[in-house]
């Protein structure tokens, strides 16, 4: 008997997610964008925050999917242009795993002792109401929300709220699918494919654009081109392919519970060229990002 589908729990994302990792350019985008833009972006700001990590010190505050690769790499750029000043970095993130993983990184990490660390075991809306309650509306430099947006209940007012953390001259940083991406394409025309398991919001840069156009806060847009390797998805029985699957679709054991019609279908509109393309045989998926800079 066939398995019910269903959603991954907490511990199956981080699997999934690092698959997803493993086989894009999704960090190395990231990458060349903290080393060409970041050091601009960050030279004006007064006070250091990243996007649910937060605060004359600078305070940063990071909010998102777990990075904290990345988000360290930004602390970095941080001391770098603003030098001997002590960073105040808060994290807002729910699950554990990525917290523990974040705290043996930066335990590891000897060249951040003028850095504060303060985590936040929290979505973004209970990080929120817990600020609401105790009517402490800390200000920060810098936030960074890294594809985070898909799963927050109610995105135009959890960025204005996010939007209203930052001090003067202060910085929000939201990363973002592009619609340039394949992933666009895939939920526009074929989201029919994707299981009701996937109970995120299928949203990319222009839906985000919109929201701050309507909020009337300046911000610039950068895309950054990414791909994803998932030619291991259309190979039978391979492990690695299902967690790639397991990841797009959210569904655990996606091609093993899935009906065969809508494993076919997705597997079809993976390979349409507005997805992907095809190079030396391997079959990769467009990841672009978008990379938008929000004033305060």
């Not at 060409?36 to 999917?65: F, W, Y």
Request: glycine fraction near 6%; include cysteine.
């Amino acid at each position: 008997m066939i398995p019910p589908m269903r959603s991954l729990t907490a511990e199956e994302y981080v699997e999934a997610f690092k698959t997803f990792l493993d086989h894009s350019t999704e960090h190395q985008c990231m990458d060349e964008f903290n080393k060409e833009q970041m050091p601009n972006i960050v030279a004006g700001i007064t006070r250091l925050c990243h996007c649910m990590r937060h605060k004359a010190e600078p305070a940063s505050l990071l909010l998102g999917d777990f990075l904290a690769g990345v988000d360290l790499k930004m602390i970095r750029i941080l001391q770098a242009v603003h030098p001997g000043v002590s960073i105040d970095n808060e994290i807002v993130e729910p699950n554990p795993q990525h917290v523990a993983a974040y705290k043996e990184l930066v335990n590891q990490a000897p060249d951040l002792q003028n850095v504060s660390f303060v985590w936040h075991q929290l979505t973004s809306l209970e990080y929120e109401q817990q600020v609401k309650e105790k009517g402490t509306h800390k200000k920060f430099d810098f936030i960074h929300m890294i594809q985070m947006l898909y799963r927050v209940q109610d995105i135009p007012n959890t960025i204005k709220f996010f939007h209203s953390c930052l001090d003067h001259h202060g910085k929000l940083l939201i990363i973002i699918l592009s619609d340039s991406s394949g992933w666009a394409s895939l939920w526009r025309k074929h989201r029919d494919c994707l299981p009701a398991t996937d109970s995120g919001h299928y949203i990319t840069c222009s839906g985000i654009t919109d929201v701050l156009q309507r909020l009337g806060v300046q911000h610039r847009v950068y895309e950054l081109p990414s791909g994803w390797d998932i030619t291991e998805c259309f190979i039978e029985g391979d492990a690695v392919g299902g967690r790639m699957m397991d990841f797009l679709t959210g569904t655990k054991n996606f091609l093993g519970t899935a009906p065969a019609a809508l494993r076919r279908r997705l597997q079809e509109a993976l390979c349409q060229p507005e997805c992907s393309s095809t190079r030396d045989g391997r079959v990769i998926f467009s990841n672009n990002l978008s990379m938008i800079v929000v004033e305060s």
